[in-house]
């Protein structure tokens, strides 16, 4: 039963380990969007463009790119730097509802198969800034972190064997000095 234990244990350890690495990367995609967001939020806010104007075009389809799209109540794509298939991106009504209701929303959102994007959305009077950038890097380093986690689970059981085993040889070599000094027959005097 102890045994079972000890591999439940690092079981469980091992999967914390990987859901708190992949987490933490996830998270840490939003970082440069909500920077981006939050400067031309502000810039709106103040009448200005001067960030968004600045922004170069990034094709979704093709681009790794930090994307900043402004919408209206409505929630029409007004201007940007994020374009699809040769149009102005729009983050779905429910991410811009949210937004409206709380001031921001973060989602990971894919408007095409094997397109996903980290992105932020914050309300700015009434339109909605959302700044977005791929998960395809996050994503290509959740590979190599489950690969780490799993390398180091298997590691960890073939320790937890070898010292199961090693401890077994050694209470093994111990009952059969104990046996044999009990069979050991006593001069008698």
């Given at each position: 039963?102890?045994?079972?234990a000890a591999?439940?244990v690092a079981?469980?350890?091992f ?15 939003n970082?440069?969007p909500?920077r981006?967001?939050?400067?031309v939020a502000?810039?709106l806010?103040?009448?200005?463009t001067?960030t968004?104007?600045?922004q170069?075009?990034v ?7 930090v ?9 029409s794509?007004?201007?940007?730097s994020g374009f699809l ?6 983050l779905?009504?429910?991410v ?9 929303d ?16 914050l309300?700015a009077?009434d ?20 690969a780490?986690?799993e390398?180091?689970?298997l ?6 064997g ?7 040889r050694?209470?093994?070599?111990l009952?059969r000095?104990?046996?044999g ?9």
């Amino acid at each position: 039963m102890p045994r079972i234990a000890a591999i439940v244990v690092a079981t469980i350890l091992f999967g914390t380990v990987y859901v708190v690495a992949q987490q933490l990367d996830r998270q840490g995609a939003n970082e440069a969007p909500l920077r981006l967001a939050s400067q031309v939020a502000a810039e709106l806010r103040e009448g200005q463009t001067t960030t968004l104007d600045a922004q170069p075009h990034v094709d979704l389809s093709r681009s790794l790119a930090v994307f900043v799209v402004v919408e209206d109540a409505q929630g029409s794509a007004t201007s940007g730097s994020g374009f699809l298939n040769g149009a102005l991106v729009s983050l779905p009504s429910g991410v811009l509802a949210n937004a409206a209701k709380t001031g921001q929303d973060n989602v990971s959102w894919q408007p095409e198969a094997d397109l996903r994007f980290a992105t932020v959305t914050l309300r700015a009077g009434d339109q909605f800034v959302t700044a977005g950038q791929s998960l395809k890097p996050s994503e290509d380093r959740d590979n190599n972190i489950q690969a780490l986690v799993e390398f180091g689970w298997l590691v960890s059981m073939l320790v937890l064997g070898g010292t199961w085993f090693w401890l077994y040889r050694i209470r093994l070599g111990l009952q059969r000095r104990t046996a044999g000094q009990s069979q050991v027959p006593r001069s008698s005097e």
